[in-house]
């Protein structure tokens, strides 16, 4: 076993406290299914002194009790030579065994419980599941880090056996290095910068699923008032504009205690064992992505986040498809200053040659503008045969729809030097990715048809992060990148992995 002061070759329990952290899970859900009961079928004329009622919550409380003790005690963890094995479940057993190199990162989080009850709680997620696959929810702080240090090392220590030369410079030890650190200020202007429509689709998903579920004791409730204060309608009436402002800054409000709930403390560094990210108030959370694992990093805005210098960084590493997004740190807000730190530490080839620029030929603009502006907008006006309005809309799409699509095409571009590779995406919402040649898997040229007589092609390029294409290049120009991006790839001294 890599780390020594670890033994695992026997089974092992969680913290004994780890009984509290499963019953107030079990017991929260037991709670949002008691109070829908109780409201619904009695609103708010439930008599909470009843003798019955009561004793039926002692026996509903005694049993998740009774059920979180058997779950703790049928709960056990341990590892093999080239596997790590959880055994767990009280009427059905169930064993998850996983060859270390399936997993995929090993991550450390703390509720606001385990914080009170002094554990920590370890995900191991693992390829070809998108879900957390293995979870252990209460550790003491230090046998977590252990174990997630002895995972990580038994995964790379699994991986190097298929590596018959070892890459240069591979034992020397890396310094702590800082990258990113977040202030509260920063968070603020994280909330005060999110996608609101998003949020305001939260919020209203969240009222709206609790007034549809209390649906007929609000209606009850309602029609009493309004029978018992004839007034009380106008006054409703009155005040629904400032229902829609508030409405408005509780969308503000909630997207700055989602980040800092979210992003407090966050910190983002580099050490021996690779790239950590550490952040969360209530909840807090520490990933780990070993170095060599980071397949591309890319960095993304809107407008508002553009009006305070910030930019939202995702670092990517090898995963399917299904859990790409779920494996991958996201930093969200980079200023130009701790983008510069980033990219000098993971792409330092930036500065050792000049990059040559391909973009996206005329044709792509035209593309755009007749999928997304002159396509809808003549559908448009054909409703207005019926419709007249339907004409003013038409004509209002296609002036904002153009220039859009136009913008877009012309600023996709593809840079390109002696090691790696920058795309840029997008207008309005800019994204631009980094990757190097070494780590791509396969590189493909498309072209139809009609691209051929336009002497076009399309350029994807095939990562274990996924698949990213730059559209509509110049023939000559693709057959470049795409000879030069192979012949990169054959002679790579360096593993993708």
């Known amino acids: 076993?890599?780390?020594?002061?670890?033994?695992?070759?026997?089974?092992?329990?969680?913290?004994?406290?780890?009984?509290?952290?499963?019953?107030?899970?079990?017991?929260?859900?037991?709670?949002?299914?008691?109070?829908?009961?109780?409201?619904?079928?009695?609103?708010?004329?439930?008599?909470?002194?009843?003798f019955w009622l009561n004793g039926a919550i002692g026996l509903v409380f005694l049993g998740l009790l009774v059920a979180a003790v058997l779950t703790y005690r049928n709960f056990f963890f341990y590892a093999t030579e080239d596997s790590f094995i959880i055994e767990k479940g009280v009427l059905s057993k169930e064993r998850i065994t996983v060859p270390f190199e399936r997993i995929q990162t090993v991550n450390v989080n703390q509720n606001l419980i385990q914080r009170i009850l002094g554990v920590v709680g370890l995900n191991i997620d693992t390829a070809g599941s998108s879900a957390k696959e293995l979870e252990i929810a209460a550790l003491p702080k230090a046998m977590a880090k252990q174990i997630q240090s002895f995972l990580m090392e038994s995964k790379q220590a699994a991986v190097d056996e298929t590596i018959v030369e070892e890459e240069p410079n591979s034992t020397e030890k890396k310094e702590r290095k800082a990258l990113v650190r977040l202030t509260l200020k920063d968070l603020v202007k994280v909330g005060l910068t999110e996608n609101h429509l998003r949020t305001a689709g939260i919020l209203f998903a969240l009222i709206s699923g609790y007034f549809w579920q209390f649906q007929q004791y609000f209606e009850g409730y309602t029609n009493e008032v309004i029978e018992n204060n004839s007034n009380m309608l106008n006054s409703l009436i009155t005040m629904q504009s400032f229902i829609a402002l508030a409405f408005i800054l509780g969308i503000g409000i909630f997207s700055i205690i989602q980040a800092i709930l979210k992003f407090y403390g966050l910190r983002f560094y580099c050490d021996e064992e690779g790239v950590k990210l550490e952040s969360g108030l209530l909840k807090r959370v520490?990933?780990?992505?070993?170095?060599?694992?980071?397949?591309?990093?890319?960095?993304?805005?809107?407008?508002?986040?553009?009006?305070?210098?910030?930019?939202?960084?995702?670092?990517?590493?090898?995963?399917?498809?299904?859990?790409?997004?779920?494996?991958?740190?996201?930093?969200?807000?980079?200023?130009?200053?701790?983008?510069?730190?980033?990219?000098?530490?993971?792409?330092?080839?930036?500065?050792?040659?000049?990059?040559?620029?391909?973009?996206?030929?005329?044709?792509?603009?035209?593309?755009?503008?007749?999928?997304?502006?002159?396509?809808?907008?003549?559908?448009?006006?054909?409703?207005?045969?019926?419709?007249?309005?339907?004409?003013?809309?038409?004509?209002?799409?296609?002036?904002?729809?153009?220039?859009f699509s136009w913008m877009y095409a012309k600023r996709m571009r593809l840079e390109s030097n002696r090691d790696m590779l920058q795309l840029q995406r997008a207008w309005v919402f800019p994204q631009r990715i980094y990757l190097h040649y070494y780590k791509l898997q396969s590189v493909q040229l498309k072209q139809n048809v009609f691209q051929k007589r336009r002497g076009l092609a399309h350029l994807v390029l095939h990562t274990a992060a996924g698949s990213y294409q730059m559209w509509q290049m110049d023939e000559s120009e693709a057959l470049e990148i795409y000879n030069y991006a192979l012949y990169k790839i054959e002679t790579a001294e360096r593993s993708w992995m």
């Open 1 to 50: 076993m890599p780390n020594n002061e670890l033994d695992l070759s026997q089974p092992q329990r969680q913290s004994v406290v780890g009984v509290g952290v499963i019953f107030i899970k079990k017991l929260r859900r037991a709670v949002n299914v008691l109070l829908s009961i109780l409201v619904i079928q009695f609103g708010m004329k439930a008599d909470f002194t009843s």
């Open 286 to 403: 520490s990933y780990q992505i070993p170095e060599n694992k980071i397949q591309l990093i890319k960095w993304s805005t809107n407008p508002l986040r553009r009006l305070v210098g910030f930019k939202t960084v995702v670092v990517k590493q090898a995963s399917s498809v299904e859990l790409n997004d779920k494996l991958s740190i996201m930093i969200p807000a980079c200023n130009e200053l701790h983008l510069n730190r980033v990219l000098e530490n993971f792409f330092p080839e930036q500065a050792t040659s000049d990059f040559k620029t391909y973009s996206a030929q005329r044709w792509f603009c035209y593309q755009l503008v007749l999928l997304f502006a002159l396509l809808p907008a003549a559908l448009l006006a054909s409703l207005g045969i019926y419709e007249t309005p339907f004409f003013f809309i038409a004509i209002a799409w296609f002036l904002i729809a153009a220039p």
